[in-house]
């Protein structure tokens, strides 16, 4: 059996477009996908499927997404360069560009429009399990959730991070993904109780920690990346960095230290970077001591960066 069709690119008024529209959008989807404006359609869709939920990230044209009344999960949209519009049965629905709204795809004809071009993603949330947790979230149906919420804020953060590396995940590290975003979820719709409290526990502390890492990773090279500068960024204290770092196993300060490292093994390695300096290469990585930089290296791979350059070149 052919694989349908996920993205599509060109005139939506051929037999190609059709044939999209009814072996992905209808038959897959669950939605019909219908054009606004004139020209040619263009949309990239790349879904990633959890345990607990079901990830889809599109980019394009901007489009009119019309659920066919089949399916009885919850939908969180978002768009970060779009406003949207449209109505959930006989709810209005008109939301900022980066904010978000919740979606019911069981009323037919419910549907959401992006009203410019950029990115649409979606959450697919068991129905029955989100209730559970947060009996208010089919209140909050067509409303519009700010962005700039922390919660909504660290939920968005952590949806980029879990819809890219899904696929390279074991079963375990997908499952816990999978389950920190839905507490993620339900604390961003208003949790309570014992709910709220597992999902504090679970979901904030796991996306808060994958923040973290990240931010640090983006400032690798700065001579200005401090863990009281994070804490202020994240609005934390220091001390609850690094008890989220302990809680894994290592330090903050370990942490710094093994990716600066790992960086500057990259880069030694890295053809491209054969006339760079070692001195250069250190700077690159972070280290601003360079009889520091050397001492660390040969202490963590047991070899000088000019003995791993050498065996790079050697290599090739």
């Known amino acids: 059996m052919t694989q349908p069709q996920l993205s599509f690119d060109g005139d939506p008024n051929g037999a190609a477009y059709e044939q999209w529209r009814e072996q992905f959008c209808r038959q897959v989807a669950n939605v019909d996908f219908v054009p606004v404006g004139e020209g040619r359609v263009h949309r990239t869709i790349a879904p990633a499927i959890l345990p607990r939920l079901r990830l889809s990230a599109s980019f394009g044209t901007p489009m009119s997404f019309v659920s066919l009344g089949t399916n009885d999960e919850l939908v969180i949209t978002m768009s970060p360069n779009s406003a949207l519009r449209g109505a959930m049965g006989k709810r209005p629905l008109e939301v900022a560009a980066g904010d978000i709204t919740i979606g019911d795809p069981s009323i037919k004809g419910a549907q959401i429009t992006q009203l410019a071009y950029g990115n649409f993603q979606t959450a697919l ?121 302990e809680r894994a196993g290592i330090t903050y300060s370990g942490f710094v230290l093994e990716q600066r490292l790992l960086r500057a093994e990259r880069l030694l390695r890295n053809p491209a970077m054969r006339s760079r300096k070692i001195i250069e290469i250190a700077h690159l990585a972070g280290f601003h001591d360079v009889s520091y930089f050397h001492r660390a290296f040969r202490r963590r791979f047991g070899a000088t960066p000019d003995d791993v350059r050498k065996l790079a070149g050697e290599a090739e």
């Open 125 to 245: 949330l068991p129905r029955k399990a989100l209730l559970r947790a947060c009996p208010n979230a089919e209140d909050l149906i067509a409303r519009s959730i700010s962005g700039a919420n922390p919660i909504t804020s660290m939920f968005l953060r952590y949806y980029d991070l879990a819809h890219a590396h899904a696929d390279k995940l074991a079963p375990a590290g997908l499952d816990a993904v999978s389950q920190h975003l839905f507490d993620l979820a339900v604390l961003m719709l208003g949790a309570r109780g014992d709910a709220a409290e597992e999902a504090q526990l679970r979901g904030l502390a796991a996306a808060r920690f994958e923040a973290l890492k990240s931010d640090i990773l983006a400032q690798l090279d700065s001579p200005a990346l401090s863990l009281s500068d994070l804490a202020a960024t994240h609005r934390i204290s220091p001390r609850s960095i690094q008890l989220l770092f």
